[in-house]
Structures are given as structure tokens and as C-alpha cells.
């Protein structure tokens, strides 16, 4: 078993790698923490994000609530997998159209092949945005059928 200071260089490593995605950045989507089948990311709500009624469009909040599924599972995935989603259901509740929006996810199910997690989105003031619910497809090496993908297991991580 790794020690403590082992498992927290871990841990930063998987959220810089993580963090560093370019859809991540694209959107100014961050992951906060993630673990044992949890994880919170945030998501501060900018003009680019807003459709034209100057609102939030909801395919930022999928996309919070989409992340938030996959890596509460991917929590609980082994090196060599990695996460894709088959399908997410999202039942909006309100409209944001300024501050921080905050998802947290929480894996109900990881086997095998697949893995289900739910999620909700927030504002800054603790109301509901959104909840959610995924299923998730894990890809393993040498077994990807994700076309022109790389590899789930790199050297970006040791």
C-alpha cells in the first residue's frame, strides 16, 4: 500500500492530467476532488458559455454533469481503463446565467464493462441546476473499440 504522501502525488498527478484537457480548458471546467466514487468539479458560468437568451446553454451543464458521472466511476477504474460515455439523462430544474456552477457525481454501479453514476449541478448559492444519471464504458488496452483513440494506459502517469 502506498504511503500517504505517495497517494496525494497521485492524486495531483490524475487532476493535472485531468485539468489539462483541452475540452476542460476549453470550457474552464476544473476537477476539485475525486475519490472512493465521488468527485466535484466547478465551472465559473462566462459569456461564451450562453445561449441567446443569455442564459447558460444546457450543453455546458451536460457537460459538467457528464464529467462529474464519469469520474466518480473512473475513481474506482483500474490503470489499464479508461472512461467513455454510452448515455446520460439530464433533467434541468433552473436557469444560471451568471457565477460558479458546481457538479458533484457519485458512482452507484462499476463492473466490468460499464459503470453508472449520477450527478447534480449547483450554483453558488447552493440552488439546483440540474441532476443526472450516466452509463459509462470502459475501454481497456489492447480491447478499445473507440475509433483513432490512444491508448487508456500512458506514460504520463507512473
Do not use: W
Amino acid at each position: 500500500m502506498p504511503e500517504e504522501h505517495d497517494l496525494e502525488e497521485i492524486k495531483n498527478q490524475i487532476f493535472g492530467l485531468l485539468n489539462s484537457s483541452p475540452f476542460y480548458r476549453l470550457i474552464g471546467m476544473e476537477v476539485t476532488d475525486a475519490g472512493d466514487g465521488l468527485s466535484r468539479m466547478r465551472m465559473e458560468v462566462e459569456e461564451k458559455h450562453k445561449n441567446l437568451y443569455g442564459i447558460l446553454h444546457g450543453g455546458a451543464v451536460a457537460a459538467l454533469l457528464d464529467s462529474s458521472c464519469t469520474i466518480a466511476v473512473g475513481s474506482l477504474m483500474d490503470r489499464e481503463e479508461a472512461a467513455v460515455t454510452v448515455d446520460q439523462r439530464i433533467n434541468y430544474i433552473s436557469n444560471v446565467s451568471s457565477g460558479v456552477l458546481y457538479g458533484e457525481g457519485k458512482a452507484l454501479h462499476k463492473g466490468r464493462y460499464t459503470g453508472v453514476a449520477e450527478a447534480k449541478v449547483t450554483d453558488d448559492e447552493g440552488n439546483l441546476v440540474a441532476v443526472g444519471i450516466s452509463t459509462i464504458f470502459f475501454v481497456r488496452r489492447g480491447e478499445s473499440q473507440v475509433r483513432d483513440s490512444k491508448d487508456p494506459r500512458d506514460n504520463r502517469l507512473k
